[in-house]
């Protein structure tokens, strides 16, 4: 049996590369829902600029030196930004915070012209994101009830599920700013945090439609 649709909610009842239709009596809608999620842990992304007199050994003994002997040297840019990484658990950003606010200012005016500057950033650990999961249940509930309106707007019933894609979830990134700019002798601070905002789910689902 093929049901024609109205020329006006032809555009609407699309197909779905994923999910195919062999044929017309089908509407495919894709469903969308979001969840909180709770960062654990704070990443602080920090760069220092030297000049050529400047050693890696000599950065990392100043990070030390601050209490910050765990960042991990990620990369160095020309010319000469050399960039470090550190993760601490999110309760410990408040105190890691200070500790660089503190490096940073103690840069001012030195002999070797270094300057630092970092960037502040909540996030999920793996473990976190892992117990984070999409309400199946949710997403069918709310494609059949979208179904159910395209349905009743082309004067035709719904009838059962003939495909259901695997539900995919993505953070959703926001950004804020954690303290204003800070202008010191020879450099800026400035302290920009990133924070995950809701996990983003979504489901497409087709159903047989039917005449009344």
């Known amino acids: 049996m093929r049901i024609m649709l109205a020329p006006a909610l032809s555009a609407a009842l699309c197909l779905v590369p994923a999910l195919a239709q062999s044929d017309w009596n089908t509407v495919t809608v894709t469903a969308t829902q979001q969840t909180a999620i709770q960062p654990d842990t704070a990443v602080f992304q920090i760069v220092f600029s030297s000049g050529a007199n400047v050693t890696l050994s000599d950065l990392m003994n100043l990070l030390d ?45 030195n002999a070797s012209g270094t300057t630092a500057q970092f960037v502040y950033t909540e996030t ?6 892992s117990s984070q999961s999409c309400s ?22 719904l009838g059962p599920i003939l495909a259901i894609s695997t539900p995919e979830a993505a953070p ?10 800070l202008t010191r002798t ?11 905002g809701p ?14």
Not at 82 to 89: A, M, N, R, Y
Not at 136 to 157: K, P
Not at 172 to 181: C, F, G, N, P, R
């Open 65 to 109: 030196k601050a209490g910050l002997g765990n960042a991990t040297f990620s990369g160095l840019s020309l010319p000469l930004n050399w960039d470090f990484t550190l993760s601490v658990p999110l309760a410990a950003a408040p105190d890691t915070l200070q500790a660089l606010t503190a490096m940073v200012e103690s840069l001012a005016g």
């Open 124 to 129: 999920a650990s793996a473990e976190a994101l």
């Open 136 to 157: 199946s249940a949710g997403l069918i509930g709310q494609a059949t009830a979208m179904a159910g309106g395209l349905a009743h707007a082309a004067q035709l019933g």
């Open 172 to 181: 959703i990134l926001t950004t804020s700013e954690l303290i204003d700019v």
């Open 186 to 196: 020879g450099f800026f601070l400035t302290n920009i945090t990133t924070t995950l």
């Open 199 to 212: 996990l983003r789910c979504t489901m497409t689902v087709r159903f047989r439609l039917s005449s009344l």
